[in-house]
């Protein structure tokens, strides 16, 4: 097994060891399934796009909540210094931790094919859709995972990590939402930066390069940045 695939087995054994990962996916699971059975009652449609419209926001609460202890509670505990002095190097700890916290993110929203099964059963779904939407989810909950992994490289406080983690993606998702329908230079900017039309497009079952380069380029380059945080604590 490579250093990275060792640093993830080590992360997300600790997930199931603890009870963050079955509180997370419990409250998901809560939230998501009051909403799709809100939303297929008022709209009497065969479609997920509508409960998977407040996915987003239940996401930018627990995504953090899941990504808060992965560099915190190793400088709080004193179990970084141990992992920086192993022969792995700073990049594969901080992927592999990226890769753990990302695993668990996909795990939770996995039970949510149980509403495709629901859907397909009472109607007929747009299926284009439902995996445009799927490929949307896990991209971004990507740039969800690297921002709150970037925020948990700079703090000893675990609760601390969780909410900069919560108020700047929520910060994202509605300066997305308060650009939407405006125009001018400016709104352009807010909606190419927040997360809310990146994340409808895939929604409406479509796939867009652009918005596929945003995930994945601000997902690397935080990924970059959080290496380079951590570098900087190995000379400290």
Request: net charge neutral.
């Amino acid at each position: 097994m490579t250093s990275t695939g060792t640093i993830f087995q080590r992360e997300i054994n600790a997930y199931f060891l603890s009870p963050i990962a079955y509180v997370v996916i419990t409250v998901f699971m809560v939230f998501s399934g009051y909403f799709f059975s809100v939303m297929l009652g008022l709209t009497q449609e065969s479609t997920l796009r509508y409960s998977l419209a407040y996915t987003q926001f239940i996401l930018s609460i627990l995504t953090p909540v899941i990504t808060m202890r992965l560099f915190a509670e190793e400088y709080k505990t004193g179990t970084i210094e141990p992992l920086m002095t192993a022969p792995v190097t700073d990049f594969e700890v901080v992927f592999g931790k990226f890769l753990s916290a990302w695993a668990l993110y996909n795990i939770m929203i996995a039970p949510t094919a149980f509403y495709i099964i629901f859907l397909a059963w009472v109607g007929s779904p747009d299926y284009g859709a439902i995996i445009a939407s799927y490929i949307g989810l896990i991209l971004m909950g990507g740039l969800f995972v690297a921002i709150g992994l970037l925020v948990s490289a700079v703090t000893k406080n675990q609760i601390v990590a969780a909410v900069i983690g919560i108020v700047a993606l929520l910060i994202l998702l509605v300066i997305g939402l308060a650009s939407t329908g405006n125009e001018g230079w400016f709104y352009s900017c807010l909606s190419y930066i927040g997360t809310y039309d990146h994340w409808d497009t895939f929604t409406k079952g479509l796939i867009d390069t652009r918005d596929v380069v945003y995930y994945g380029s601000f997902t690397a380059l935080l990924i970059f940045i959080a290496v380079r945080i951590v570098e900087s604590r190995r000379w400290r």
